[in-house]
């Protein structure tokens, strides 16, 4: 863990900033959650069957399966850095 010194009128900016930023994560992170269950349903399989057979070219290369790549690897994204946003601490 790594510690950062600031100025004291400094900590309110940074959590307003923090905050912001978990909103924004949380949003994106919803979205690409249900774009991920919307594909599922669709297409009835769920993401790992999807990314086995996309990554084995049994899918073909259909517009559909790259928005559901981008879909989940966009929630991923958002999850991890949402994550790390929840563990710092201010």
Do not use: C, P, R
């Not at 900590?11 to 774009?35: A, M, V």
């Amino acid at each position: 863990m790594q510690k950062v010194e600031v100025e004291k009128g400094a900590i309110t900016i940074l959590k307003s900033g923090l905050e912001i930023e978990k909103k924004l994560l949380e949003q994106s992170f919803q979205k690409y959650q249900k774009e991920i269950a919307a594909f599922e349903k669709k297409y009835k399989m769920s993401s790992k069957k999807f990314l086995d057979g996309f990554n084995s070219g049994k899918l073909g290369d259909d517009e559909q399966w790259f928005d559901w790549l981008f879909a989940y690897k966009a929630y991923n994204h958002a999850k991890e850095k949402l994550d790390l946003a929840k563990k710092i601490k201010l």
